[in-house]
């Protein structure tokens, strides 16, 4: 029995067509950059610019710009880089049990409000 041309051709399409569409749904699911809402805030760990509102990381801290103060947990220099002005060994800490967000730094357990502080760092 002998091939029919027009059968190996609607196969051949079949099978493109099969790829072409797994390829499209493969790449509508993978990762995009995050929206500007679930950016980082002021004081949070980051990697690269894209990862902090302000777009700018700085040595694995979001900066803020124009004179935007860190939050509990987050990284600081100095009193003054802090909302509670209480820089401590470089991290920002609240007054009257303000518990961290998740991303920033932490000790234990209860510095987070998530109760998950993993490798110094708040978990949701």
Do not use: F
């Not at 303000?98 to 760092?121: L, M, N, P, Q, T």
Request: with cysteine; aromatic share 4%; proline share 2%.
């Amino acid at each position: 029995m002998q091939a029919n041309p027009s059968n190996a051709t609607w196969l051949a399409g079949t099978c493109l067509g099969l790829v072409l569409a797994i390829t499209m749904a493969i790449s509508s699911t993978t990762a995009r950059p995050a929206a500007a809402d679930a950016k980082r805030g002021t004081g949070m760990r980051c990697e690269s610019d894209s990862d902090c509102k302000s777009y700018d990381c700085d040595h694995g801290v979001c900066r803020g710009h124009g004179g935007d103060k860190v939050g509990t947990g987050g990284a600081c220099e100095s009193d003054s880089d802090c909302k509670s002005y209480d820089c401590d060994h470089g991290v920002c800490r609240g007054h009257g049990g303000e518990k961290i967000d998740a991303g920033g730094v932490c000790e234990s357990d209860s510095d987070c409000k998530s109760y998950d502080c993993d490798h110094g760092v708040c978990r949701t």
